[in-house]
């Protein structure tokens, strides 16, 4: 597999690690248990095309959102996190 | 006659007559010629057994000329470089050679395991599922072992490989796998137009079917097309030719694993070289050039030695100038296999007669045949006489039902052709069935690859140009090459026609899959059996797991499934294709990583000079760490550590820590981005101080911890543990990045920029004032306990200072610049020598905390909450953090937890263990009343004994009583007390004193 | 039918003409008491013992494909029950026990081969955690040995004591561990779970639930029609989440894939079952010759059933790190089997939130091992309404209450368990 | 092949002992690098020469701030801060991209220091000293890509990276600076920097993998 970091470019699957579904989102302080032991536990854990982290550590650092067919590991679309590159934010 | 290459033509042939070279054979000496196999030089030679069959341990002898052999598989060379299976077709011969025969005991000629032959009627397909059952006990004892010593084929060396592997990266436009006419059109095609392009050759010749069965193109002979195609390509710059490399499987993203064989076709690989390489091409496009495999017929008798393939047998004719016989009968379904009486002919073979399934034959064929003199037989072979020694008379049921004999001392077989669609379906694609060619072609290609030539069905001579000229075009057009790309090569294509024709019928043993002796009844068995599917008929019968995974076997088995089980062929369907396409050894997937080079290795800024001081070093992840410094005289281990434990105590050692996580923390929000990290509060930590801070997964485990410093306003010095290192900043890079993306902060790991000691013991203050500007305040109001800033050492070289402690003494840790490492262990040594400064490593390291009763790696384990490990406390319950909400389930604050606690044995001579478990006293140990275990252990220089940290139910409430420590593993139990588990000095007075 | 070598030397005087089918393939009724969907070891044990120890007969199992087409069929044949957590140590050592009684049980050789399984081990922390699982086995009457790096040199001279990057320090060896041939298994339990009536569709796809008004599940929707059920147990490992998505259910399970790896077939070599303490491999021989082994999960969320080249390359590193008298046998076939990774690395067997609906799920890369335990706690629980007392820990609620079963101690992150 | 960077000091201690420190600066490669040829014998296909002693900042841009810090490097160093995988030359410096919004500062002599740096960048970055946390090894010769590509999955075909190309990579599961300098005798020549700690071993896989090419090893003070 290989992933077009946004930053790095194209670069092979050994330099990248992998977290999971990124669709999950922290609930805020006050969600209650439930909202939080949904996000940490429950997946969809789709069969088809997913948005995942990635995490670009052997390179940029960058954590990235990768939008991959989990039946094929075709790759669609690969995007920053929020916070990778937001020295950029309002620039 | 041994070495008289009797049966080698003489003239002819891609082989180099002025080298001769001599190799050894069960023993026997040979010679061949530069540019033989193993295979063509045992055909000149006039070997015929060669190997004997897995089962029934038949004879055998070389069915093909490729990588699909599955029959003549012998140990290549010998000693540490035994290579067991080898395939004598695709063996390159070199001077001096060393093979023999596999599977056979004491020779191949005589093999006693044959009497399996006489079992045959009861080792059918699966026969081992029905029975061995009884008595239990004789599984392991009895059936196992001699089915074990039975089965496998080579024997590997059995010692440790001598000779190096390594791996590297390619990369291109265009990749392609196999170089004949398909795949050298495809590369003038996608290299003319400008693409970089890998063309990768299984066989160390170019050319691939153009080198046996010739031909013309652009009205050339193929051999001299050839040559001018492979001059041009190799005249272009971003063209690179590899032979001796096969194309093995095809991964996610255009990548493609490669094996080449550097120097196998030498005795030894060179120095400083490797035996054979592994290559990740990284292509936008691959074009799968690789060719299709001639397909057996399936009758009985069909493994006698002498029995070839009919394209084999012009591969060792017109190729390697080798007759593998002298009268030769055809066994054919189709046009193609008429090319084997041809060659036949113009060799000046005998040609004995042409059996032919179909019911016409060409005009042409037909005046052949009276050309040669040979009668063309309609019908099919129903049996072949001949033992070991080979093809002697082959019987033949003639359509309309009568018999014939022929007598021949080969026969060629030509069922038609598979195109090799392996690499096409490695993303699980299934091929599909064609007609017309009776064969499966590729479908569902893996993105960007495209099969070109035999590999998708095309057949004729100008169709592979053509077709691999075109995907060549194409694959360099998609990869945005646009360059000219000349004219086409042209060849006629001759006709292809075919009568299916899989199976025999007849009473004698007819083989599928000759490697694993599956024969047609076996598949009738597995069908009769329920094993319809082709995966169970495959997992029952074995058909097509051997070496060669039924390259030459797999259609033809489920042909004879589908038709005993009224289906079509691709409502059967395939079995699913796996790579690699050829076997590759494991030590080249392995590459460098082996021996001491397996993983990297980390060094500390002061190794060399621990090592100068005779330390031991333990590995700690990818670590060298000193574990003590021992000293002359000293017994063992135990007595350096106690010594290191109580000069520390007693005066002042140092420790390199720096294999701690080190982390820059920078920015505005630095503080509240720390504060969302750890459970603690850092925002509210003081610039110059440090801080002990733990944090939590997002399931309210406890992660890692460390002591954090505030050296400005909008800086923070974070460490972690040495183990957590990298995993914690890929932690805080996903708080940075995906959490909390709102806070201004950066990161930077800041872990070999530093080399940091840990200086202890009650004079370490002396030791301080030696080495640090006497400017600085070292003092307990100048540098209280929980300091840290910036110092300069005497000399001007500024380092930073925490006066932290995790040993109970008064402590600092020191970090200097890296470079300067080193020589401040050096320096402490001169500073330190008025107070005895003695090195300590991580043993001595271990006793203190434990004798502290600080938590590490033992107890952080991650199931133990904050709360087991008392500090519970250190939850803050003023802000959000990770793992906050979590942390609060019920059956992780359950007041039954396991909790740290000190242990210590009533008997102050006995040693503790970790992993002894701990059980209420006077009950007798089980499930139930397991409450717990040992996790540290040390010798207390200080108690004087044995003591520990565990995690013991309840056990903070259980502070003096007794329990059994129970150690089954090591045949011990004896009582313990639990205790608080800060052993020394639990007021703290001396750390911060 | 009776299997023997008696059935087998008369078959051969008939040419082997006579064997009926292993199991019968049934054509669905329109009703069962219990369906199980999924034909692989867990559905058909399952299914087994719910006719032979809990006289529930009317049973189907429905299985997409082929029997045995799943992890059943793509594992790397490891039986052990050296687990160190309460709740999985007693779990696997019931299915320890129906592995030493299976070929009696079922009539049918599964080669259930005890040669011993060992984790080697590099340091002293790995040595001390070793030690303390031991204990635990020990405790729990299971067979355990902790053996020093003398031992082991004496039992597998072959392994780089020499020069290794991180040197060999000793091992934790059960000796009832070892291999069992996983397609007879399969082939073994469909025998004789077929044998007492049990039906055993194949080619039969589950594609939705039949609910009452209440929301209980009635049965379920296939590619062969409507089979209406009692009750519906879940067996398919690798398509959980799937098929409980069609009930609308989530489950903290993520699909990974494992990648497994066969050598071409040599002369015996290895004697037992064998895991690298300091790096991603294991391996054992099977019978045939060939060296099976592995290492870890690829490491992202994937159903595609074939992994990518650096987990090839990592196991082979650690292959050669460990045995390196390997380098010159060949990697023959490499395969990838979609793993139910749960949170905490352990399995789930319980009732689901849904009434009627019973999940048998979350193997991870264990599920084989499990297969005669499995079915027996999931029979159990379909026929009783309860949990076994060796599975009462697998419950599906243990995540929300903080009960989790979790022996490498990795946290809600199923790439790393 | 030790320099003092800092003089050697003497000091007269109280209760009249001597101690002498000698703050000897140590290459993380000290050991390991032997000066010389190495492996197959006849013309070196690889160079490699270790470059001693600079200084290296990490530039990182706050949040918001990155046209800010673009500014101020800018004003240093009269050259434009990458914003993408290169490496720029300035008059007295290296500038190499690192990451998002960051890049390395390479130089010599104390000039572009951390403490030098500060100023300049106060507000729109922060700066972490990466001096002693890397070492830098240069690597050219006929072979050098041959060899390089043993280690990185990088394509460092000329068409694809150009002088001046910069990666973040790793090799042999290491993290890497690799960036193209400026060619030398008509080679192209890669830099490397590597993480200290790993050096040593990353050193040793490099000669394995260039012993086969003939290898001549050196070392300069003198940036590439």
Redesign the interface.
């Known amino acids: 597999?290989?992933?077009t970091c946004p930053?790095?470019?194209?670069?092979?699957?050994?330099?990248f690690?992998?977290?999971?579904?990124a669709k999950p989102q922290?609930?805020a302080?006050d969600?209650?248990?439930d909202a939080?032991?949904d996000?940490?536990?429950?997946?969809?854990?789709?069969?088809g095309v997913?948005s995942?982290?990635w995490?670009h550590?052997?390179?940029?650092?960058?954590?990235l959102k990768v939008t991959?067919n989990?039946?094929?590991?075709?790759?669609s679309a690969v995007e920053?996190?929020?916070?990778?590159?937001?020295?950029?934010?309002?620039? | 006659m041994a070495g008289d290459q009797a049966n080698r033509l003489t003239s002819g042939g891609l082989i180099d007559r002025s080298t001769a070279l001599s190799f050894r054979f069960d023993g026997k000496n040979f010679l061949g010629f530069k540019g033989d196999t193993l295979a063509s030089a045992l055909v000149a030679n006039g070997v015929r057994l060669v190997g004997r069959s897995f089962k029934y341990h038949r004879p055998r002898g070389i069915l093909t000329a490729g990588s699909e052999e599955p029959n003549a598989l012998v140990e290549l060379r010998s000693g540490a470089r035994r290579e067991p299976n080898t395939k004598a077709t695709t063996a390159e011969l070199y001077e001096g050679l060393e093979a023999a025969s596999q599977n056979r005991w004491p020779s191949l000629n005589f093999d006693v395991m044959s009497v399996n032959q006489l079992f045959a009627p009861i080792f059918v397909a699966g026969f081992y599922y029905k029975t061995f059952m009884w008595p239990a006990k004789f599984w392991e004892a009895i059936y196992e072992p001699a089915i074990r010593r039975a089965a496998g084929l080579g024997r590997a060396s059995g010692v440790s490989d001598p000779d190096h592997y390594d791996k590297a990266w390619a990369h291109c436009d265009v990749v392609i796998a196999g170089s004949g006419p398909a795949g050298l059109a495809a590369a003038l095609a996608a290299a003319r137009s400008g693409a970089r392009v890998i063309l990768c050759e299984e066989d160390f010749v170019l050319g691939g079917r153009l080198l046996a069965d010739g031909g013309t193109i652009d009205g050339l002979p193929a051999a001299e097309w050839v040559a001018r195609a492979v001059a041009e390509l190799e005249a272009m710059p971003d063209v690179r030719i590899m032979t001796r490399t096969s194309l093995f499987g095809v991964y996610d993203g255009g990548t493609y694993g490669a094996i080449e064989r550097v120097n196998d076709h030498l005795p030894v690989p060179p120095e400083h070289q490797v035996r054979q390489r592994l290559w990740r091409i990284v292509a936008k496009r691959c074009v799968v050039a690789a060719g299709a495999i001639e397909r057996p017929i399936v009758f009985a008798g069909n493994d006698t030695p002498g029995v070839m393939m009919a394209s084999a047998m012009r591969s060792y004719i017109n190729r390697y100038a080798a007759a593998p016989a002298r009268r030769i009968a055809l066994f054919t379904n189709n046009e193609d296999g008429w090319r084997t009486a041809d060659t036949a002919i113009a060799a000046g073979l005998q040609v004995a007669a042409v059996i032919d399934a179909r019911a016409d034959v060409s005009p042409a064929h037909r005046s052949l045949a009276s050309k040669g003199g040979f009668p063309v037989l309609h019908g099919s072979v129903s049996a072949v006489e001949g033992g070991k020694g080979g093809v002697r008379k082959i019987s033949v049921s003639l359509t309309g039902g009568a018999r014939a004999e022929v007598e021949a001392d080969g026969l060629a077989v030509s069922g038609g052709w598979n195109p090799a669609v392996g690499l096409t379906s490695y993303h699980r694609g299934r091929p599909k069935w064609r007609d017309d060619i009776a064969a499966f072609v590729p479908d569902g290609a893996p993105p960007g690859m495209v099969a070109a030539g035999a590999a998708n069905g095309a057949f004729g001579l100008g169709a592979c140009l053509r077709e691999g000229f075109e995907a060549g075009a194409a694959a360099a057009r998609d990869a945005g090459r646009s360059g000219n790309i000349g004219s086409m090569p042209v060849a006629d294509d001759a006709a292809f026609s075919l009568t299916p024709l899989w199976h025999v019928a007849g009473k004698c043993k007819a083989f599928v899959d000759q490697q694993h002796d599956v024969t047609a009844s076996d598949v009738e068995l597995a069908q009769r059996e329920g094993f319809q599917s082709v995966e169970h008929l495959k997992r029952y019968t074995t058909l097509g797991m051997a070496t060669d995974q039924g390259k030459t076997s797999n259609v033809a088995g489920l042909a004879i499934m589908a038709a005993v089980s009224g289906k079509s062929i691709p409502e059967t369907g395939t079995t699913i294709y796996r790579p690699p396409y050829v076997p590759v050894a494991i030590g080249a997937f392995a590459g460098h990583h082996r021996d001491e080079n397996f993983h990297a290795t980390r060094l500390t800024p002061s190794h060399h000079w621990a090592a100068e001081q005779g330390a031991i070093f333990v590995d700690t992840g990818l670590w060298k760490r000193a574990q003590w410094y021992p000293r002359p005289g000293e017994k063992d281990w135990l007595e350096s550590v106690t010594r290191e434990v109580k000069a520390v105590r007693g005066g002042v050692g140092f420790c390199d820590v720096s294999t701690l996580g080190k982390i820059d923390v920078h920015g505005p929000d630095a503080g509240a981005f720390l504060d969302r990290v750890y459970i603690n509060a850092f925002s509210s930590l003081a610039v110059g101080k440090a801080r002990y801070g733990l944090m939590l997964r997002e399931d309210g485990i406890v992660y890692d911890d460390g002591t954090t410093s505030r050296l400005a306003e909008d800086h923070y010095f974070l460490t972690t543990t040495t183990a957590k290192a990298g995993l914690v900043m890929q932690h805080l890079e996903f708080c940075r990045q995906v959490l909390f993306p709102e806070l201004d902060v950066q990161l930077t790991s800041v872990s070999d920029q530093w080399a940091q000691f840990s200086i202890a013991g009650p004079k370490t203050r002396d030791l301080l004032k030696e080495i640090i500007d006497p400017a600085e305040d070292l003092s307990n109001d100048g540098f209280p306990f929980m300091g840290a800033r910036e110092v300069k050492l005497r000399g001007g070289l500024k380092a930073r200072l925490f006066r932290i402690s995790f040993s109970g003494e008064m402590a600092f840790e020191i970090s200097v610049p890296a470079r300067y490492g080193e020589a401040m262990a050096r320096n402490l040594m001169i500073a330190g020598k008025p107070f005895g400064v003695t090195p300590y490593g991580t043993e001595a390291l271990g006793v203190m905390r434990i004798e502290k009763g600080h938590v590490a790696g033992p107890e952080l384990n991650g199931t133990t909450t904050a709360g087991d490990l008392g500090l519970g406390k250190m939850m803050s319950t003023k802000k959000d953090f990770v793992g906050r909400v979590m942390a609060g389930r019920e059956a992780l604050t359950a007041p039954s937890r396991q909790v740290v606690v000190g242990i210590k044995p009533t008997d102050k001579a006995r040693r503790l263990r970790s992993g002894a478990h701990i059980i209420p006293k006077d009950e007798t140990p089980g499930p139930e009343n397991d409450q717990g275990y040992v996790t540290s252990v040390c010798f207390s220089p200080v108690l004087d004994q044995w003591i520990g940290l565990g995690l013991v139910e309840r056990g903070r409430e259980r502070i003096g009583e007794i329990v059994l420590a129970h150690d089954p593993l090591r045949g011990e139990d004896y009582d313990v007390e639990l205790c608080n588990p800060v052993f020394y000095d639990p007021d703290g007075g001396r750390q911060r004193g | 039918m009776k299997y023997s070598i008696f059935s087998l030397a008369r078959a051969a005087l008939s040419g082997h003409k006579n064997w009926k089918p292993t199991w019968r393939d049934a054509a669905p009724r329109d009703r069962y008491d219990v369906v199980i969907i999924g034909g692989g070891g867990h559905g058909l044990a399952t299914a087994w013992f719910l006719a032979s120890e809990f006289g529930i007969r009317n049973v189907a199992v429905l299985e997409k494909g082929w029997i045995g087409s799943g992890n059943a069929g793509r594992n790397t044949t490891i039986i052990r029950s050296n687990y160190g957590l309460p709740g999985n140590t007693g779990f696997y050592e019931l299915s320890m026990k129906l592995w030493e009684r299976m070929e009696q049980d079922l009539n049918y050789n599964a080669m259930v081969s005890q040669r011993g399984v060992l984790n080697l081990y590099h340091s002293d922390a790995q040595r001390d955690a070793f030690a303390r699982r031991g204990n635990t086995m020990r405790i729990n009457g299971i067979d355990a040995e902790l053996l020093d790096q003398a031992a082991l040199r004496k039992m597998l001279p072959f392994l780089n004591f020499e020069n290794a990057r991180f040197p060999i320090q000793g091992g934790l060896l059960q000796r009832r561990g070892g291999t069992a041939r996983h397609d007879a298994v399969v082939w073994g339990y469909a025998h004789a779970a077929s044998a007492l009536g049990v039906d055993i569709i194949q080619n039969c796809e589950v594609t939705g639930f039949t609910r009452d008004a209440n929301g209980k599940v009635t049965g379920v929707e296939t590619s062969c029609g409507k089979i209406g059920a009692g009750k519906v147990g879940m067996a398919v490992a690798g398509s959980s989440s799937r098929v409980a998505a069609m009930a609308g259910l989530r489950l903290p399970i993520e699909s990974h894939v494992l990648q497994a790896f066969v050598s071409e077939a040599i002369k015996p070599l290895l004697p037992n079952v064998m895991t690298f303490g300091a790096g991603h491999f294991y391996v054992s021989q099977s019978d045939k010759g060939g060296l099976v082994f592995g290492g870890d999960i690829d490491g992202y969320n994937s159903y595609a059933q074939r992994g990518n080249l650096p987990v090839v390359e990592d196991v082979c590193e650690g292959g050669m790190a460990l045995i390196p008298m390997i380098g010159r046998v060949r990697l023959l076939r490499q395969w990838g089997g979609i793993m139910d990774m749960s949170m905490d690395g352990t399995p789930i067997i319980d009732k689901s939130p849904v009434d009627g609906l019973y999940i048998n799920a979350g193997w991870c890369y264990g599920g084989f091992k499990a297969t005669p335990g499995s079915g027996f706690v999931f029979a159990h629980l379909l026929a009783r309404d309860e949990s076994h007392k060796e599975a009462a820990r697998f419950r599906l609620d243990r995540f929300q209450r903080g009960a989790m079963i979790d022996e490498k101690g990795q946290g809600a992150q199923p790439n790393l368990h | 092949m030790s320099s003092s960077a800092i003089p050697y000091s003497t000091i007269r201690m109280e209760g009249a002992s001597v101690a002498e420190f000698s703050w000897d600066i140590r290459s993380p490669l000290d050991r390991a690098l032997v000066a010389g040829p190495y492996g197959a014998q006849g013309k070196a296909g690889v160079s490699l020469t270790e470059i001693h002693n600079f200084d290296l900042a990490q530039v990182m841009a706050r949040r918001g701030k990155a046209g800010e810090m673009i500014a101020a490097a800018k004003a240093r160093f009269s050259a434009a801060a990458p914003e993408t995988p290169r490496a720029v030359s300035a008059a007295d410096a290296t500038l190499i991209w690192s990451g998002p919004d960051q890049f390395l500062v390479l130089s010599k002599g104390g000039k572009h220091s951390i403490e030098a740096l500060a100023a300049g960048f106060a507000g729109s970055a922060s700066l972490s000293d990466q001096s002693h946390a890397r070492a830098l090894i240069s690597v050219s010769g006929d072979k050098a890509r041959a060899m390089l590509a043993k280690l990185s999955s990088i394509d460092l075909h000329p068409s694809v990276f150009a002088v001046g190309a910069a990666a973040a990579t790793s090799m042999d599961h290491t993290s890497v600076t690799l960036w193209r300098g400026k060619d030398r005798d008509g080679q192209a020549v890669f830099n490397l920097l590597v993480f200290a700690t790993f050096a040593e071993s990353l050193w040793h896989t490099i000669l394995d993998s260039a012993a086969e090419y003939g290898v001549t090893i050196g070392h300069s003070d003198e940036l590439a």
């Open positions: 597999m290989r992933i930053f790095c470019g194209e670069r092979e699957l050994g330099e690690t992998y977290l999971g579904d922290r609930p302080a969600a209650g248990e939080v032991y996000y940490v536990y429950l997946r969809d854990n789709i069969a997913m995942e982290h995490y550590g052997g390179g940029c650092r960058a954590w991959r989990t039946l094929t590991h075709e790759i920053a996190a929020a916070g990778a590159g937001a020295a950029k934010v309002g620039a």
